[in-house]
């Protein structure tokens, strides 16, 4: 089996296509694609892109995050959210069969892992707390799923919209939820979604204070589209900007050497790069 990690597709299909042919023809039933979220949002093709990577899924062929346009989606289909200018999921909310899309997107995992050669990993969209072990991050993101994939709808209706005005332990399970999904930013304990010199003086981005616990799980992340492809040490971040109009926007895809002992650790990727067909 061999594994490929894919950055944010937002929509963007035929570069998505590009992949999955070519994962097929080198690997054949052998190619496991891994989505680090953002399936859908502003891009040309977000039904189809839903179809492609759900036949995957369905066939055991593909693993898949819930990202925070996904979460965008949902909020929108329940009256939480107005459309924002770009935005193109109006479009899924009013098909015909846009409640079986609802259903499946509020099921999604919210965190992936497994190992890599003999390396334990974690795959999220955007972010961990530094401080979270992978037995903490698990399990607060599986609180934040049994949430908002609850078989009441109304429950996670209410997850939601919660706030910090609300209950308080529901309201700290959905910071928890923004956490992995948006960070960008870490001051002490304060999280945010902007860039670090829009939080603030202290800011940095938080994948800085989570390296230097020199965790014994990696990370796979996506969502950072402005930071660009981000290769460390334990951790890899793949969204490289291909629905928008940036300088190289590209579909990117990671292909780790499975042989090694650490393929977080290794000097030299290999990647599948799709350029962007347009913005």
């Known amino acids: 089996m061999q594994r490929i990690f894919v950055g944010d597709v937002q929509g963007c299909h035929t570069e998505l296509a590009q992949i999955l042919a070519r994962a097929d023809q080198r ?14 949002n502003r ?8 179809e492609a990577v ?18 965008n989606f949902l909020r929108l289909a329940w009256g939480q959210r107005e459309l924002r200018p770009g935005d193109t999921l109006d479009r899924l909310v009013s098909r015909a069969d846009a409640r079986e899309w609802i259903d499946w997107i509020r099921k999604l995992p ?7 050669g ?20 698990a399990k607060r993101a599986r609180r934040a799923e049994r949430q908002l994939g609850h078989e009441d709808e109304k429950v996670a209706r209410r997850f939601a919209a ?14 928890d939820l923004g956490r992995i999904l948006t960070c960008r930013s870490v001051r002490g304990d304060a999280w945010a979604s902007e860039l670090p010199s829009e939080m603030g003086r202290g800011a940095v981005p938080w994948h800085r ?7 014994a799980h990696a990370l ?3 969502h950072w589209s402005m930071q660009g492809l981000h290769v460390e040490d334990s951790i890899r971040g793949l969204d490289t900007g291909c629905v928008h109009r940036l300088p190289g926007a590209r579909l990117t895809a990671w292909l780790p050497d499975e042989d090694l002992e650490d393929p977080f650790a290794a000097r030299q990727d290999h990647l599948w790069e799709i350029p962007a067909e347009r913005a």
């Open 27 to 40: 690997f054949g039933p052998e190619a496991e694609l891994w989505f680090v979220g953002d399936l859908i």
């Open 220 to 222: 796979v992340y996506g």
């Open 162 to 175: 919660a706030t910090t005005g609300g209950d308080p332990e529901l309201a700290a399970v959905r910071d």
């Open 54 to 71: 759900r036949r995957r899924v369905e066939d055991g062929r593909a693993r898949v995050v819930l990202g925070n346009h996904e979460l």
């Open 110 to 116: 919210v965190i992936a892992g497994g190992t890599l």
């Open 43 to 50: 891009g040309p093709g977000d039904l189809q892109v839903l």
């Open 118 to 137: 003999e390396r334990p990993f974690v795959m999220l969209h955007a972010a961990s707390a530094p401080q979270w072990t992978a037995r903490q991050l």
């Open 209 to 215: 204070p989570w390296r230097a616990r020199k965790h």
